[in-house]
């Protein structure tokens, strides 16, 4: 470890595993098709699994109408040094930072749509409404997560409705079982389950 | 705005404004002082409005007993293009980076406290329990932030309750009045009061 009087880094960076880096994404995705974006989400967060480079969690931000990807991230937790670096505020961040804009709301290719392996913890629900996309697409739910042995934190019951409420559309078990399945298998794998 | 078909980023990079970056931060604070640690925060918060360089809110991780300052931040969300960046967020990164662990609980300065200039938002209350911090403590309240037209998010009620199940200890109202004084000077100040 460096010395504790060492100065505070000015920066936080967080990249993607070296696997994603090289990773042929496609720019256009098939159109008003979620069931192959929540595809795509499920398959990174098994690769993540699978080259053990993190939590198995996928997700993506894209126009669906037209299909245009905008990020596509993974959990990077343990790898990244950053607690708050799961594939939701990965994907809306690096949607952020390549629009050169905040507000996911205001871009050329919005609406944009959240599509996300498993349901939001309560951080990254918290984080939907500040991001500004119009759409959350969900595969695994928190049960799914919970029989895999993760915390899915202090939730309010009532999330899908909170969500609508501020005009987000929610959409949930979208490729249910093909995206707890990857859960199992990372718990089966003796994995990292990081809570602390 | 760059082409859409230019390969996504590999990461995701949010610096500090330059001025906290050239500011001469004490790597030793008041031992047992919380009303000092809160008064560099909310000291921060006050320059991040001048500076006009984002939100009026700063956050530090430290640990209490020993005075040692981890981290220090401010809201970096409209410069940064980073809807995640709050000030809380980025204190916790900051210091996960900094001791080369996602898990505050196990450094060799731990038990560490986040000091937050205002309660956190529903995300920034979802990241708490992930980061590993012992306590947080809080200076504006909720009916703060939302009387100066900041929107918290949907946070559960019984949010300090939730906290304290997970063995994290919370103050609130420390420096309350100053901190609250922040708040009201940025609405006045005509700058953004980014909620898409």
């Known amino acids: 470890m460096r010395d504790i009087m060492y100065k505070q880094t000015d920066s936080i960076r967080v990249s993607l595993p070296d696997w994603l880096q090289r990773y042929d994404l496609p720019t256009q995705m098939p159109v008003n098709d979620m069931e192959a974006a ?13 080259h053990r480079t993190g939590g198995p969690f996928g997700a993506l ?8 990807l ?7 937790v343990e790898a990244q040094c950053c607690s708050s670096a799961h594939a939701e505020i990965m994907a809306l961040s690096l949607a952020q930072q390549r629009m050169g804009q905040w507000n996911l709301a205001e871009t050329q290719y919005s609406p944009l ?4 392996s498993c349901e939001p913890c309560a951080m990254c629900l918290g984080a939907i409404p500040w991001s500004g996309v119009s759409q959350i697409v969900c595969g695994a739910t928190k049960a799914d997560a ?3 042995g993760f915390d899915e934190g202090a939730r309010p019951n009532a ?21 707890a399945k990857v ?4 718990a089966e794998s003796g994995q990292t389950i990081y809570n602390p």
């Open 38 to 50: 929540m595809s795509l989400a499920i398959h990174l967060s098994e690769l993540n699994v699978r």
């Open 159 to 179: 999330w899908k409705e909170a969500l609508l409420e501020r005009g987000i559309d929610v959409v949930t078990e979208v490729c249910r079982a093909p995206a």
């Open 146 to 148: 919970e029989s895999a």
């Open 61 to 68: 931000v894209l126009n669906l109408n037209h299909g245009q």
């Open 113 to 116: 749509t959240l599509i996300t």
């Open 183 to 186: 859960l199992q298998e990372y």
């Open 70 to 76: 905008i990020s596509a991230a993974v959990n990077c």
